[in-house]
């Protein structure tokens, strides 16, 4: 059975900074595409950054996020600096199983984490 298991979030002042991971468990993904989605309350789900042939952020945190994997560990991790209040959202991690192709589509991950929630104060 594969799990992907999020690190917990938390509470973080504007400015400050968080690492959330999200560990593999039941397959390796190896070079698989894994990415980041968020979604805030009242919000779709949107995409935040992937990781696979290459990275892809969404623009409103290029310079800020950093997405990185340990294939060893099977673990995916988002750095995340210059927290703003509107980061605020449940974080969720996914995983492709047949591409490397760093999508962000939802609809193209085939595995999901529960959701870790952030929440950043002004």
């Known amino acids: 059975q594969v799990q992907l298991v999020e690190s917990e979030g938390g509470l973080v002042q504007a400015g400050g900074s968080l690492r959330l991971s999200c560990a593999a468990s039941g397959r390796t993904f190896g070079s698989r595409a894994m990415g980041w989605f968020r979604q805030a309350p009242g919000k779709e789900r949107e995409f935040v950054a992937a990781i696979g042939s290459s990275t892809s952020y969404v623009d409103s945190v290029k310079g800020r996020f950093t997405i990185s994997r340990d294939n060893a560990k099977n673990t995916v991790y988002l750095q995340m600096n210059s927290l703003k209040p509107e980061d605020t959202a449940v974080y969720y991690c996914?995983?492709?199983?047949?591409?490397?192709?760093?999508?962000?589509?939802?609809?193209?991950?085939?595995?999901w984490g529960q959701g870790t929630q952030v929440t950043v104060s002004s």
């Open positions: 996914a995983a492709k199983v047949n591409s490397d192709y760093p999508s962000r589509n939802s609809g193209m991950y085939n595995y």
